[in-house]
């Protein structure tokens, strides 16, 4: 089987924006309200709370154990991030890290004294960290100086109350705090508090019997620790473990209901399409809450499964119970993608992003550049707030200061995390913090705060990535079979697309593509997750598409039948690198900018010469027939830009604004791609409404450009690589069976003449066929001789003021329809004469009158080499050529052609007419502000023209330019073509 692979470029363009609003309050209009210092307030309107968040339990029962060399306290309810420990000597930090669990190892340490301050993280929208616990104790040696004379007294009271499930005790008069121990019924010591006072849990503790041990520290100079306080008791078993209850997803969490004494639980997943077990990373934001944002796992629809773990059940951990779960990714940014935001007005407010490592993770850095804070921005992106969705925020480490996150959604932000925010991480509902419901275009934007001092900005969080989810239960449909997809059609942007069945989820299709008579030979074979697939990308062919619709979310749905469409693509003309040039390609010079193959790299360079101006563009120096009711496309191929780039499209290559049927521009330089056009549709239309354009044109020029970089002001920096440039069709394909003998023709009729262009209407063929022309032109005077033959037109039409015509005689158009010899035949010729006539014809301009009209112009010499124009510099003018016409001679057939010698480079302003009674106010534009080229005749439609005094007023002259420049007007014609009366 040959296939011939092509790639299937489906953009899913789903960009994302993060905003600020700083240091300035404003009124009734939503925004945010700051102050200086960059607190963040959420708007005013709507009214958005966010409440104050419970903070953790201090760590309590430091302890130093000498000989393990483990500094230890009790566990923290709820510290889900683990523990920051600093430890000092003196005023030297000797250890600064994060303790996963309630003890950290402290090997290594010299002989000294020392100081411990621990604290316990939090998961973000759950708890605030604690306040630090401090604890000093001594690493080799005992204590020095003065031994204690007396014992310090015990508590008269000592308990353990079970139903508090903690210890208590008395007062002892003359202590400096407590030590408990608590040792199991083998005299393993399972728990020890330091320096803690009157109470402790015992949270942590199995079943079993045990012995608690208290000891009131002495002041080591006048009391020595107290004797030993003792009390023994019993934990007995709650029974069996129940499975966990009420499995629901809120805030991104997967949460059931809270049983007491248990510790924790154990997650485990598989994926929904095909129940393969999947690896997971779980983490909580509370013994009952499953960040299911952070699991390790990317976008799908998986059956979780939870088992909860206990010290004080009868079993280590309960039976399972699991939920199906879909995350949607409706956004994501990875840490090179966060180092791009956006830091500047309107967007973000004095903030940068930069790319670093930490920990041995790549990261995204954001930092202040002024007041001590700063935020950065990301692009607009689309939500589907109905959905809930949740931004999640993995944060590596926080250096100093803290952060925050904001929502904008038009001229509203919503402060979505607070500024207090310093844990690893943040979860949040977005539709519940902004109370917005539906789509909604939005950006976010992060924000750092809390510097040393506002001159300092040394302010830091470092992110690995932030993602956006819809996160949500789902129900597994019965076992069944996908409905077929429906409606494949070709769509205006030149893409096969269709619609997926009814009870498809995470659509994925299966698409093959192979020509229409020859199953075996397959341009693409594969699947892709779009509705759809770019057919312009294919070559020329007429193709068998197969569309096969399957479900990702559940193996026990089967996939649709195939559905089968038939499309064409059909080339106007490709223009490869290599004729992308404008000194030796099939291109010329335009505005301002040139074209140059590169034969190392096999691409083209806009803009290679490096000229000065905003924008420019090139054109073909020949145009083409494009039938605009066939929905013509062009697509730029490229490859790299160091600037904007953009499309220009005329009907001729001049530009002018009556005769331009597109401006597509690209600006983001940093992201160069394939750039698709719709030639029928002019800058107002490409989606939808504007002015599009019907029928067939002929001398079509399409016209690729360059735009400068935003900050690059008036100099031309900007240059874009092409790999080529494709003109097609794409249409939908009608396989119509064939008569069994070709139907004859019509014969080409109702001939008509606008300008110089003589057509007949287009003869009707069907689906599979469009018929081409075979046109000829004869002299009536000359015996019949041959003036004009062309073959396999694309349209029944030919342009006179390209033929060898003699003034005042008579010559006859014949066009013949040509079959395919399958569903027609040709058709016998359809004729038509007509006369061609002359108005006006000045090739010495010595007795014509040229006078300054507009600007600065001068005319160097007039005769019979012609007429010649001169502007300086930064000059522009026009002059005004009397061209002796009756009044009411100009009829809708009269057509202008103007002949250049030698022009010089820059922008010469050429086809423009005016009348008055002394010329001297244009009334009509031919040309706009084209650049004419040397040795070039133009022709233009004079309909609607007039003259006045005896006089038709031509414009010739230049814009403004920075060379001097000159133009050489060989000859000027005014003809006519009328068409011989039936």
């Not at 993060?18 to 009214?47: I, K, M, N, Q, Y």
């Not at 639980?265 to 690896?279: H, P, S």
């Not at 079993?315 to 779960?325: F, G, L, M, Y």
């Not at 697509?635 to 499309?647: E, K, L, Q, R």
Request: charged share 20%; with cysteine.
């Amino acid at each position: 089987m040959k296939k011939k692979f092509f790639a299937l470029a489906i953009a899913a363009l789903m960009c994302v924006n993060l905003l600020a609003a700083c240091g300035t309050r404003v009124g009734g209009d939503g925004l945010a309200v700051t102050d200086g210092g960059g607190s963040v307030h959420a708007p005013e309107t709507p009214a958005v709370e966010t409440p104050e968040l419970p903070a953790l339990n201090r760590p309590s029962a430091l302890y130093y154990d000498a000989g393990a060399k483990i500094l230890s306290w009790e566990t923290v309810e709820g510290a889900a991030s683990g523990y920051s420990v600093l430890v000092k000597r003196g005023a030297a930090d000797v250890v600064d890290e994060t303790a996963e669990r309630a003890e950290t190892a402290l090997g290594g340490l010299e002989a000294g004294d020392y100081s411990a301050a621990v604290k316990a993280k939090a998961v973000a929208n759950y708890y605030r960290e604690s306040e630090t616990a401090v604890y000093a104790f001594t690493v080799g040696g005992g204590a020095t100086g003065v031994q204690p004379t007396q014992k310090t007294p015990q508590p008269e009271t000592f308990a353990y109350d079970a139903d508090a499930d903690r210890f208590f005790w008395s007062d002892a008069a003359g202590g400096n705090g407590y030590v408990l121990e608590v040792f199991d019924a083998e005299n393993v010591r399972r728990l020890r508090y330091d320096g803690i006072e009157n109470s402790a849990s015992a949270a942590t503790l199995a079943i079993g019997a045990y012995t608690a041990a208290l000891t009131v520290s002495g002041d080591g100079v006048e009391y020595a620790d107290s004797d030993e306080k003792t009390v023994s008791f019993a934990i007995a078993s709650f029974g069996a473990l129940p499975a966990p209850q009420n499995l629901s997803v809120a805030d991104g969490n997967l949460t059931w209901d809270a049983v007491p004494h248990t510790s924790g639980a154990e997650i485990r997943a598989v994926d929904l399409a095909g129940g393969a077990a999947v690896a997971v990373q779980p983490k909580f934001s509370a013994p009952n809450q499953l960040i299911l944002a952070d699991m390790g796992v990317d976008a799908g629809s998986y059956r979780i499964y939870a088992a909860l773990t206990s010290n004080r059940h009868d079993a280590a951990k309960s039976a399972e119970s699991d939920a199906p779960v879909k995350l949607e990714r409706a956004a994501s940014f990875n840490a090179s993608q966060i180092a791009s935001f956006n830091g500047n007005s309107p967007r973000g407010e004095h903030g940068a992003a930069g790319l670093t490592t930490v920990n041995g993770v790549t990261c995204a850095e954001i930092r202040p550049t002024a007041d001590g804070w700063g935020r950065v921005a990301s692009a607009d992106f689309s939500l589907d707030f109905s959905k809930n969705p949740v931004a999640y925020m993995a944060v590596e480490s926080v250096g100093v200061g803290g952060y925050h996150m904001q929502a904008v959604e038009g001229d509203q932000t919503y402060l979505v995390v607070p500024d207090t925010q310093k844990t690893g991480g943040a979860v949040v509902d977005l539709a519940r913090k902004t109370g917005l419901s539906g789509f909604k275009t939005v950006y976010v934007r992060i924000g750092v705060n809390n510097s040393t001092s506002t001159d300092a900005n040394d302010a830091r969080v470092y992110y690995r990535e932030i993602k956006i989810l819809y996160i949500s239960l789902v129900t597994p449909p019965a076992p069944s079979q996908l409905g077929p997809v429906t409606g494949p059609a070709v769509d205006n942007r030149g893409s096969v697309t269709w619609t997926p069945p009814a009870n498809a989820e995470w659509n994925a299709f299966g698409v093959t593509v192979a020509d229409k008579d020859d199953p075996e030979d397959i341009v693409f074979e594969g699947e892709t997750g779009a509705a759809g697939f770019p057919a312009y990308t294919l070559p020329a062919g007429i193709y068998r598409a197969a569309v096969t619709a399957k479900n990702t979310a559940w193996a026990q749905v089967g996939e649709s039948e195939p559905v089968e469409f038939l499309f064409k693509v059909t080339d106007i003309v490709r223009y490869p690198a290599a004729q992308i040039d404008t000194a030796a390609g099939a291109f010329e010079t335009a505005k301002d900018i040139q074209a140059a193959y590169h034969g190392e790299s096999g691409r083209a360079v806009l803009n290679s010469a490096g000229i000065s101006d905003t924008y420019g563009w090139i054109r073909p120096k020949t145009g083409v027939s494009v039938n605009m009711d066939k929905n013509p496309l062009a697509v730029v191929h490229t490859s790299a830009a160091s600037g904007g780039y953009f499309i220009k499209c005329s009907f001729d290559g001049s530009g002018a604004a009556e005769d331009v049927c597109g401006d597509v521009k690209n600006n983001n330089y940093s992201e160069p791609r394939d750039l698709l056009f719709r030639l029928n549709a002019n800058s107002a239309a490409q989606d939808g409404g504007g002015v599009t354009w019907t029928g067939i044109k002929t001398d079509y020029k399409f016209m690729p450009g360059v735009t400068a970089l935003a900050d690059s002001g008036n100099g031309m920096t900007s240059t874009v690589t092409v790999a080529g440039i494709d003109l097609l069709y794409v249409e939908e394909y009608e396989e119509i069976d064939a008569p069994p003998e070709p139907v004859k023709l019509d014969a080409p009729a109702d001939f008509e003449i606008a300008g110089a262009l003589l057509a007949a209407r287009p003869v009707a063929g069907n689906a599979a066929y469009t018929p081409v022309y075979d046109v000829n032109v004869t002299h009536d005077g000359g015996g019949g001789e041959a003036v004009y033959s062309g073959t396999d037109l694309p349209s029944p039409q030919v342009n006179l003021s390209a033929l060898a015509l003699a003034v005042g005689e008579t010559y006859t158009v014949s066009i013949a329809a040509k079959g395919d010899g399958v569903y027609f035949a040709d058709s016998d010729p359809g004729t038509r004469q007509f006369i061609y006539a002359s108005k006006v014809s000045v090739t010495d301009f010595s007795a014509v009158s040229v006078a300054q009209r507009q600007g600065n112009i001068t005319v160097a010499s007039k005769g019979a080499d012609g007429l010649l124009l001169w502007v300086d510099g930064t000059a522009w003018g026009i002059a005004a050529v009397a061209l002796p016409v009756a009044d009411g001679a100009l009829s809708d057939n009269c057509a202008l052609i103007v002949e250049f010698g030698a022009v010089t480079a820059g922008a010469n302003r050429a086809y423009r007419y005016y009348v008055g009674a002394s010329g001297t106010a244009f009334t009509s534009d031919l040309g706009g502000d084209q650049p004419v080229s040397a040795n070039t005749a133009y022709v233009y439609s004079l309909a609607g023209a007039a003259t006045t005094g005896g006089n038709f007023y031509l414009g010739l002259g230049f814009g403004g330019g920075s060379a001097t420049r000159t133009m050489l007007v060989k000859s000027v014609q005014i003809v006519e073509y009328a068409l011989v009366s039936d």
